[in-house]
């Protein structure tokens, strides 16, 4: 066994970090505390790769490896969590779909305009109101083929970026009947007519990546802005999910570390009864849990990534690391929040936000409920 990043990833690894420690890092409090996404910075990812993360090169990608991609977003959400969910969904679950599953065409259409940081981000409609989690059989907005087009109606809820995107890539139903085959992804342009975003929703955290319900009344897009296969829908966003599901546990390390950093920071710095906190055993305690947890969760996570990047079955994996690695970050950030004691508590200090943005991640792409769900399916197919 190796442990060890590989020269490139190491070079990979440190041009991400500098990048993010110059360009996004320094703006994580101001883009909460106004609730605006970072455009500053996105336009300046795309030259770097951080834009097309699992877009091929010859689309305009960077087409990294996975191991590449998680340390990508890892280093992102060390730097700002808002950020990094927008960039880890536009990658994930914006762009995936299209390069594994749509036509030439599409590819060409789309891949490099999202990838190049000129327009704008890729996104992906799965929720709907009264669905949550049920995905199968809690789909009502339906697509319907009349003459060379599909016709949507419906609505959905939770969509990142659907503000800030070219287009959103939506779960429709195309089959009456039901079942898992009756299901297909559509991609549908942001600017088609009858396609409504409501303003974005006012969060407890990760306020500059914008959330939003959707509606589509009649909206009309072309045959051919199918992805993929018809009625196989269901199958591709399962297999979306369980890519989406590295990212966001690759993002929730990156939160952990900074919270991490911070408290560690605090602790040299803070006095009490005669001398630092960090020489008191409670605080150490703390701290080395933290130390633990994180490179636990990271690990989970690269080895996700890279039975991913080998090609071999990973949703067990994915669920494990998705699931360690959001219950971890809320765990790292609120004790780093108690080693600050009530600065802790204030915006004063990054922990209070790393903390609410944090919370978010053990209920997006897959509740911690679902994954353990997941991970019982695998286990007890398996014995």
């Known amino acids: 066994m190796y442990f060890e990043l590989n020269e490139e990833q190491r070079m990979w690894q440190k041009t991400v970090h500098d990048f993010v420690a110059a360009e996004v890092k320094p703006k994580a409090r101001d883009i909460d505390e106004t609730a605006t996404f970072n455009w500053d910075a996105t336009r300046k990812m795309g030259p770097i790769g951080l834009l097309g993360l699992s877009i091929p090169e010859e689309y305009g990608g960077a087409g990294v490896d996975a191991i590449s991609a998680a340390i990508a977003i890892e280093e992102l959400g060390w730097g700002c969590g808002s950020t990094a969910l927008a960039i880890a969904a536009h990658n994930g679950l914006g762009t995936a779909p299209i390069s594994l599953y749509a036509s030439e065409e599409l590819k060409k259409r789309w891949l490099p305009l999202v990838a190049s940081g000129r327009g704008k981000l890729g996104s992906l409609a799965l929720t709907e109101p009264g669905a949550g989690s049920d995905l199968q059989g809690g789909v009502r907005t339906r697509a319907e083929k009349v003459g060379n ?147 636990a969760a990271r690990l989970l996570i690269y080895r996700a990534a890279w039975l991913k990047q080998e090609g071999r079955p990973y949703s067990k994996e994915a669920a494990m690391g998705k699931l360690y690695a959001t219950e971890m970050a809320e765990r790292v950030s609120r004790n780093a929040i108690q080693i600050h004691g009530g600065y802790g508590y204030s915006r004063e200090y990054p922990v209070e936000r790393i903390y609410r943005d944090a919370r978010l991640m053990t209920i997006g792409e897959g509740t911690s409920e679902m994954q353990r769900m997941v991970i019982a399916r695998q286990v007890l197919l398996n014995d």
């Open 149 to 295: 087009e599909w016709i949507i109606n419906g609505s959905k809820m939770w969509c990142t970026n659907a503000s800030i995107a070219e287009y959103i890539i939506t779960l429709v139903r195309t089959n009456p009947a039901g079942g898992s085959r009756s299901l297909s992804m559509i991609l549908v342009p942001t600017n088609t007519p009858g396609l409504r975003i409501a303003p974005a929703e006012k969060k407890m955290g990760l306020k500059g990546s914008p959330t939003h319900e959707v509606t589509y009344e009649d909206v009309r897009v072309p045959l051919d802005n199918l992805i993929g296969e018809a009625n196989r829908g269901l199958h591709q966003t399962l297999a979306t999910l369980d890519g989406g599901r590295i990212s966001i546990g690759a993002l929730s390390v990156g939160l952990a570390q900074a919270a991490y950093e911070a408290a560690i920071e605090y602790s040299k710095q803070r006095h009490t009864f005669g001398k630092p906190l960090a020489e008191h055993q409670a605080i150490q305690f703390m701290l080395a849990d933290a130390a633990t947890e994180i490179e």
